[in-house]
Nanobody, 120 residues
Framework: QVQLVESGGGLVQPGGSLRLSCAASGIIFRLSTMGWYRQAPGKQRELVAT???????NYADSVKGRFTISRDNAKNTVYLQMNSLKPEDTAVYFC??????????????WGQGTQVTVSS
């Protein structure tokens, strides 16, 4: 079993910055893609950014140029640096990790979520 623990959420003014962290622990065979998703009240969960084990990144159009995803493979940790935050970035942010157990078997894990509120 793999546990994902997020930290770094909070309240920030528009234009401000926050850095989210997500540490994976437990029985980890091989961490594949890790990422961040978010869910605003009354909306579906949406992709924010992902990063492969090799460092390739993918971003939602709404956060390109403002958010940066990175990872430390030695620490099994993924980060999300969020700059120039807007009120529409307000949501619960969830960490996601894909763990590879074999060439054909993968499992998806989710963190418990961390609240990000952008408001003046």
């Amino acid at each position: 079993q793999v546990q994902l623990v997020e930290s770094g959420g909070g309240l920030v003014q528009p234009g401000g910055s926050l850095r989210l962290s997500c540490a994976a622990s437990g029985i980890i065979f091989r961490l594949s893609t890790m990422g961040w998703y978010r869910q605003a009240p009354g909306k579906q969960r949406e992709l924010v950014a992902t990063i492969t084990s090799g460092g390739s990144t993918n971003y939602a159009d709404s956060v390109k140029g403002r958010f940066t995803i990175s990872r430390d493979n030695a620490k099994n940790t993924v980060y999300l640096q969020m700059n120039s935050l807007k009120p529409e970035d307000t949501a619960v942010y969830f960490c996601n990790a894909v763990v590879s157990y074999s060439a054909s078997y993968y499992r998806d894990y989710w963190g418990q979520g961390t609240q990000v509120t952008v408001s003046s």
